[in-house]
């Protein structure tokens, strides 16, 4: 009798699940559909936003003063028109006195021998008013307010050019696609996932993809002894964490706290993703520093860590100049392409740790550690995002940057003051080791090597898979730029409220996230944790869309946010597995960086989609485009063989196939 594979007795609860988010989503679209406002609304939101706006139009300001002889107010008749101010006005007075309307429609309080009071007739509250001092209205001192109706002024044709401004400080545009017209896409998508899900096997959804990654190791001893890197565990977490620190505060500042500062400063959704663009761009071309850092190394300081100190150099050298060499409060272009460069140093740093970790860390410990620096890198953002997010709004952009100068600094010290292996010296001009390092690999490597291995290597069919998988994973991000809008413009959140939440709590739950995708991919198997963590992803982000009505609460909106962020992030940790399963080690730095930058590079494509699907649609279909640019995952990871890398190309006849070893030998 046939044995049913563990993971076919653990689909119910999933396919339970699925089943009710699609009951879910198909009861959001009727409620979607008759939550729209009846006309008799949006005419009474008409005529009061025409009130509103009249009342806060300048109207002119008449004084009344006192004639303390004959006891008479001065003058004791006025005629005003609606949206003007009458002030009463006295000083040193013999007598005290007050302004009281008969009705109650304004009063100065009591009676006083000096008074500064003034009312404001409103829209709508035109007529004749008068008004009494109360000590001595027996006196005769009563005096008359006529208010005239405000003509209503007829709107002027609007110039085109004004017509184009407005445009672009909208939000985002007034087109609309039904959730019907969605609703068999994703009822395809859950129909597919189910028939994938009853042949696990055949898709291969319960393959661990971790437990045979390989790793190429430098040292030999494995010693824990010692205090370098390839000596000490502890000393390697620490090291790799303190670097993905420094690489999250980057990415934190630009994608929350700046893009947020802009969106409060009224940019438009064109420029928030132009920015976000220039801040990605050196991570999509970032495979092209493999092959430099493989090729050209000063081993006496170690393979890695002069091209990370180089790289953090830059950083540093970078935000000093923005910070006292720039006006950054005006010249937000400027700082654009600044951050472009700055992140290519950064991009160059996030190559060279993703190197050094390949080199050091040994097969057992690569899950365990991957998941601490993806912690830290998100440690980072929450500094760059809910942190500096906090100081921007007291000190400014110019404050926010000099801030993570000294946070740099302290993490410069960290591979300042490491040795990756014995016998390295710290600086180039410390004294020089008494051992002489051999390095026959390295030594014989060139770029026309590296580039026919990596031909070699994306000759396969699940390997060119994977480069389409990571162009698809990140087009939803073209919600990115637009979410910051959606909050503070439509739903009026205040700058520090967001970066609060987008900065802090969503980052928390992301990191909570990866921690769960790496722990279902040993339970379950990488490639059934992609997509059934994608199928849900979206359907939550559909679900976003679906429910605007509901958007006014703020539970709601931080709970479905961070529902969708910690799907995405499951996803995203199973995604970096399976590409490292599918990478040759031959060339594993330039191959798994080659992945990397895809991504990045879909980031892009999503940026620079954001401002035209954000001047044709309103957010809700937003929300669902984002939801089907999702899917695209599925459908791409499904037909990835993640062992196909190992049974092709196990046979290849390469010597660097054997670990790259480096023998230690007394110089001479």
Not at 84 to 107: K, S
Not at 132 to 159: A, Q, R
Not at 586 to 592: A, D, I, K, L, S
Not at 634 to 641: E, G, R, V
């Amino acid at each position: 009798m046939r044995v049913q594979p563990t993971f076919m007795r653990r689909r119910s609860p999933l396919a339970i699940m699925l089943v009710s988010l699609a009951l879910l989503m198909s009861f959001s679209v009727v409620v979607a559909s008759n939550t729209n406002e009846t006309p008799s609304n949006s005419i009474t939101e008409s005529v009061d936003s025409q009130i509103r706006n009249l009342n806060e139009s300048d109207g002119e300001t008449f004084t009344v003063t006192v004639d303390g002889t004959n006891l008479r107010f001065s003058p004791d008749t006025i005629i005003i028109k609606e949206g003007d101010t009458v002030r009463f006005l006295w000083e040193n007075q013999l007598l005290p006195h007050n302004a009281v309307e008969r009705n109650g429609v304004f009063d100065s309080g009591d009676p006083e021998r000096n008074v500064d009071y003034t009312y404001t007739f409103n829209v709508t509250e035109n007529g004749t008013y008068e008004y009494v001092c109360e000590p001595h209205e027996d006196l005769g001192m009563i005096g008359t307010i006529i208010v005239e109706p405000k003509p209503i002024p007829e709107p002027e044709p609007e110039d085109p050019a004004d017509e184009d401004d407005n445009t672009t400080a909208m939000s985002v545009g007034s087109g609309e696609i039904s959730g019907f017209l969605f609703a068999p896409w994703f009822i395809g998508v859950i129909v597919l996932v189910g028939f994938i899900s009853t042949r696990s096997d055949q898709f291969q959804l319960g393959l661990i993809l971790e437990e045979e990654i390989d790793a190429v190791l430098i040292d030999d001893d494995g010693g824990e002894e010692g205090k370098t890197l390839v000596e000490s565990y502890s000393a390697r977490v620490f090291t790799l964490c303190a670097l993905y620190v420094a690489q999250g505060i980057p990415w934190g500042f630009i994608t929350v706290t700046f893009v947020t500062y802009l969106a409060a400063e009224g940019f438009a959704a064109k420029d928030l993703a132009m920015l976000l663009t220039l801040g990605t761009l050196p991570w999509s071309v970032k495979f092209f520093w493999g092959p430099i850092i493989d090729r050209y190394q000063y081993r006496p300081m170690g393979r890695r860590r002069p091209w990370i100190l180089i790289a953090q150099t830059g950083m540093i050298l970078l935000l000093t100049l923005m910070v006292f060499f720039i006006d950054v409060e005006k010249d937000v272009t400027t700082i654009a392409y600044m951050f472009l460069v700055y992140n290519i140093f950064t991009s160059l740093q996030d190559v060279s740790t993703d190197a050094l970790a390949v080199d050091i860390l040994k097969p057992q410990e690569l899950e365990k550690v991957n998941g601490y620096m993806f912690t830290a890198k998100t440690l980072g953002g929450m500094i760059g995002g809910a942190g500096l997010g906090t100081i921007i709004s007291y000190t400014g952009i110019r404050g926010a940057l000099i801030v993570q100068i000294p946070i740099l600094l302290a993490i410069m010290m960290v591979p300042l003051y490491m040795r990756e292996r014995p016998g390295e010296k710290l600086f180039p001009w410390s004294e020089d080791s008494h051992l002489a390092f051999e390095d026959a690999v390295s030594s014989n490597q060139n770029f026309r090597e590296i580039i026919g291995k990596v031909k070699t290597a994306f000759s396969l069919k699940s390997t060119q898979l994977g480069i389409l998988l990571s162009l698809f994973v990140s087009l939803s991000h073209f919600l990115i730029p637009l979410l910051p809008l959606l909050f503070l413009r439509e739903l009026d959140w205040s700058q520090e409220r967001f970066n609060a939440t987008k900065g802090g709590l969503v980052l928390i739950i992301t990191m909570f996230g990866y921690l769960a995708g790496g722990y279902l991919g040993k339970k379950f198997g990488g490639k059934s944790v992609i997509i059934y963590s994608t199928t849900i992803g979206a359907l939550v982000t559909a679900f976003w869309g679906l429910t605007e009505s509901w958007w006014g609460s703020e539970f709601y909106l931080v709970f479905i946010w961070s529902l969708a962020e910690f799907m995405m992030a499951i996803v995203s940790i199973s995604i970096y597995s399976l590409m490292m399963r599918i990478t040759w080690s031959e060339v594993g730095g330039t191959q798994f960086t080659g992945y990397m930058a895809m991504m990045n590079l879909s980031a892009i494509i999503g940026y620079q989609i954001a401002a035209p699907l954000s001047e044709r649609f309103d957010y809700p279909t937003l929300f669902l485009i984002a939801a089907v640019f999702e899917t695209l995952i599925i459908a791409t990871a499904l037909f990835i063989d993640p062992d196909e890398t190992r049974r092709e190309l196990e046979d290849v006849t390469i010597e660097q196939q054997a670990p790259e070893s480096i023998t230690i030998t007394p110089a001479a």
